[in-house]
Every structure is written in structure tokens, then in C-alpha cells.
């Protein structure tokens, strides 16, 4: 359940196409082709230390190409791929690489939160419903007018989400 979808028609005929690269960003020119290589590359690139967790996670998280996946989703997929891991271990790591920028979390709602393998900036939609999230480039979206920040506080990122929900016949 909950499989990002591999491409996406949009009603105006508009195809979001399949992204089926491995992203290894920083260390995008040091790819080997190997995805379990690869994964131990990054994780040096950021000064992770190439734990058996991390590197089996992070092997499932971003072998596919771009998507987005909540903590429930990738446990799953840990347990389906037979790499027994706990929960709570696959909350902490998806956490610590965020913290270093190799994920980007989105936040749906209250009790859903995504986290985005393409951590370059973007927006998203978001169907409801179906609890599926879509990247609109960040291009696709221009922010008009923002608000006056409060005094010592400056604007880190804007992460705008459109939600979408079925037109009724
Ligand atoms: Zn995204």
C-alpha cells in the first residue's frame, strides 16, 4: 500500500516521468553503479559512519529514484526485504539523515510525515484521500508576498503544499 507511484499522468495530460537514478548528492561524480557502494559513499560524504542499518536503509531508500516514504512505509519494506529492524531504528536513521540534509521532511498534516529523497527544492501536492505526495518543481511555484518574520528569526526554507482532492462529476 502507499507505493509511490512511478509516473504520474496528470488530468491535463501532463506526465511527471520516472526517475530511476540512484541520488548520491554530494558525491554525485564519485558514483560507482554499485547502489550498496554507493550508499557507503554518501554516508562517509556526510560523516555518517556506514552502520549495517544505515546502509541497508539507506540502500532501500534511495536505489529507486526519487520518492517519498514515511518511517511506517520503509520498515515495511525493511521487514519484506528480510532485514530485521525495529521501528524505532528506522525512525532515528531516517531522522539522522535528514539532520545531514540526505532527506527532506515533509510534514502533510499532524500524524503523517513524509520524507522526501529528492532533498533539492521543490513543492508538492498532495492528494487526499490517497495519501500520496507529488513534486512540483520549484520553479512551478513563485511566493508573492511573505510575511514580516519575527524579530531575530529569518526564513530557512518555504515548503509550500497544494493539496488536491478529486473534482465531483
Ligand atoms: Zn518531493
Request: net charge neutral; with cysteine; proline share 5%.
Amino acid at each position: 500500500m502507499n507505493e509511490t507511484p512511478r509516473r504520474v499522468v496528470f488530468e491535463d495530460g501532463r506526465v511527471e516521468l520516472p526517475v530511476e537514478r540512484l541520488r548520491v548528492e554530494p558525491a554525485a561524480g564519485r558514483r560507482t553503479g554499485c547502489p550498496f557502494h554507493d550508499v557507503r559513499e554518501m554516508l562517509r560524504e556526510v560523516g555518517l559512519r556506514p552502520t549495517r542499518q544505515r546502509l541497508a536503509l539507506g540502500w532501500l531508500l534511495f536505489a529507486k529514484g526519487d520518492r517519498h516514504i514515511t518511517a511506517e512505509m520503509l520498515h515495511e519494506e525493511a521487514l519484506r526485504a528480510r532485514f530485521p529492524v525495529s521501528l524505532a531504528t528506522v525512525y532515528n536513521t531516517l531522522h539522522q539523515f535528514t539532520e545531514v540534509s540526505l532527506l527532506r521532511e515533509v510534514a502533510v498534516d499532524g500524524s503523517k510525515t513524509y520524507f522526501d529523497t529528492n532533498s533539492s527544492e521543490h513543492h508538492h501536492f498532495y492528494v487526499e484521500g490517497d495519501s500520496r505526495l507529488l513534486d512540483i518543481p520549484g520553479a512551478e511555484v513563485l511566493v508573492d508576498k511573505l510575511p514580516v518574520t519575527p524579530e531575530g528569526y529569518e526564513i530557512a526554507r518555504i515548503d509550500v503544499v497544494v493539496r488536491l482532492r478529486r473534482k465531483s462529476a
